[in-house]
């Protein structure tokens, strides 16, 4: 069974740093990009970041372009967002999502990890 | 990146069906074939219904069809149940990144 498990969320002030986490088994996650997706509170769904399977490329959206990093290590099957000068706007539930097709990258998500909440305040 | 734009809400009585709408431009929904559509019921995680246009994953009812045409993609959901009650979200992959469409809310009355 594919399973997503992301960590690392919590309070932080603006102008912080975090670094989240996705731990992935049930499948090859070295043949499989991944991406980061976001949802603010009472909003729609927001792709932010993605990573190819060898981790050669990677993706990110306008809005977290020079601050957040994807990055993956295939060796410990786990996927990581390193976070920084986060601002209000930033909070959100985060989501990691696996790319339906071997070889994909950020095309379709077949499996979507339970989230983790990130909260940027003082 | 402007997302792709989706009515905010549609309604519909069990048993009847419904379609929503999912306009983007010709650098996303008019180009590629990989549109897909999620549906997120409250407090859960996005599931994919559809996938490159029309396709349904392994377990998804045959109830649920997409479709494109132009820049414009559509979720159909034929017999509707209480269960579909749920918001949705469209999703087209463009060059070098991907974009989500505001989302549905649909109500089933």
């Known amino acids: 069974e594919v399973q997503l498990s992301e960590s690392g969320g919590g309070l932080v002030q603006p102008g912080g740093s975090l670094r989240l986490s996705c731990a992935a088994s049930g499948f090859t996650f070295s043949s499989y990009g991944m991406s980061w997706v976001r949802q603010a509170p009472g909003k729609g769904l927001e792709w932010i970041s993605a990573i190819s399977g060898d981790g050669g490329k990677t993706f990110n959206s306008d809005s977290v372009r020079g601050r957040f990093t994807i990055s993956r290590d295939n060796s410990k099957n786990i996927l990581y967002l390193q976070m920084n000068s986060l601002t209000a706007e930033d909070t959100a539930v985060y989501y990691c999502?696996?790319?339906?097709?071997?070889?994909?990258?950020?095309?379709?998500?077949?499996?979507w990890g339970q989230g983790t909440l990130v909260t940027v305040s003082s | 990146q402007s997302a792709l734009t989706q009515p905010a809400s549609v309604s519909g009585s069990p048993g009847q069906s419904i379609t929503i709408s999912c306009t983007g431009a010709s650098s996303d929904i008019g180009t590629f074939n990989r549109v897909s559509w999620y549906q997120q019921h409250p407090g859960k995680t996005p599931k994919l219904i559809i996938y490159e246009v029309t396709n349904r994953p392994s377990g998804v009812p045959d109830r649920f069809s997409g479709s494109k045409s132009g820049n414009t993609a559509s979720l159909t959901i034929s017999g509707l149940q209480a269960d579909d009650e749920a918001d949705y979200y469209c999703n087209s992959y463009t060059t070098g990144n991907t974009k989500f469409g505001g989302g549905t809310k649909l109500t089933v009355l």
């Open positions: 999502a696996k790319e339906a097709a071997a070889g994909g990258v950020i095309t379709q998500f077949d499996c």
